[in-house]
T-cell receptor, first 115, second 113 residues
Framework: DAGVIQSPRHEVTEMGQEVTLRCKPI?????LFWYRQTMMRGLELLIY????????DSGMPEDRFSAKMPNASFSTLKIQPSEPRDSAVYFC?????????????FGDGTRLSIL | SQKIEQNSEALNIQEGKTATLTCNYT??????LQWYRQDPGRGPVFLLL?????KEKRKERLKVTFDTTLKQSLFHITASQPADSATYLC????????????FGQGTTLQVKP
């Protein structure tokens, strides 16, 4: 079975440019999560969706970040304009249901470097 | 605020020994704790889940315990192998028990042959 698919795997761009990260969740999973991982802060939840609807975006750092889920098989995380402090690994994950007893399935991430 | 804390120092052990990793939670009482493995350049992979009313859970060479008095979970790998070298993350939902997970910083395990 295909897991969570993220693209691109690596992105290097200059400060001020728009960055778009993409995610395809596991088919049939109702929940989709976007995380950011850094050495300093670990794995932080940015936003999550249930049935394509954003439920909690309290982790989104600022207005430069936006996320959409136009359908059940695709989501994007956009940063505009990008800044060097946005450099991190961004993960997408999906799960079948909500609740603390549900494992999350992660993609292999996008390593983002803003110069 | 609700926190999950893991020992940030790397754990180095000899092949064949048992590795024990610690996860402490503060300011809430989760009904479940999850453990994940993360290899360099890869996303976390789910390993085990334990419920608060389960004292212990096993899966092959892995064992997880949940002590609600100490507010702690221990993750054991018996007969460790170099292939077990990775970062192990503890996670739990917040007090609202939604799909939102709080992750610890992770503990890096290095098993030496």
């Amino acid at each position: 079975d295909a897991g969570v698919i993220q693209s691109p795997r690596h992105e290097v761009t200059e400060m001020g440019q728009e960055v778009t990260l993409r995610c395809k969740p596991i088919s049939g999973h109702d929940y989709l999560f976007w995380y950011r991982q850094t050495m300093m802060r670990g794995l932080e939840l940015l936003i999550y969706f249930n049935n394509n609807v954003p439920i909690d975006d309290s982790g989104m750092p600022e207005d430069r970040f936006s996320a959409k889920m136009p359908n059940a098989s695709f989501s994007t995380l956009k940063i505009q304009p990008s800044e060097p402090r946005d450099s991190a690994v961004y993960f997408c994950a999906s799960s079948l249901n909500s609740g603390g007893n549900q494992p999350q399935h992660f993609g292999d991430g996008t390593r983002l470097s803003i110069l | 605020s609700q926190k999950i804390e893991q020992n940030s120092e790397a754990l180095n052990i000899q092949e064949g020994k048992t590795a024990t990793l610690t996860c402490n939670y503060t300011n809430y009482s989760p009904a479940y704790l999850q453990w994940y493995r993360q290899d360099p350049g890869r996303g976390p992979v789910f390993l085990l889940l334990i419920r608060e009313n389960e004292k212990e859970k096993r899966k092959e060479r892995l064992k997880v315990t949940f002590d609600t008095t100490l507010k702690q979970s221990l993750f054991h790998i018996t007969a460790s192998q170099p292939a077990d070298s990775a970062t192990y993350l503890c996670a739990s939902h917040g007090s609202s028990n939604t799909g939102k997970l709080i992750f610890g910083q992770g503990t890096t395990l290095q098993v030496k042959p």
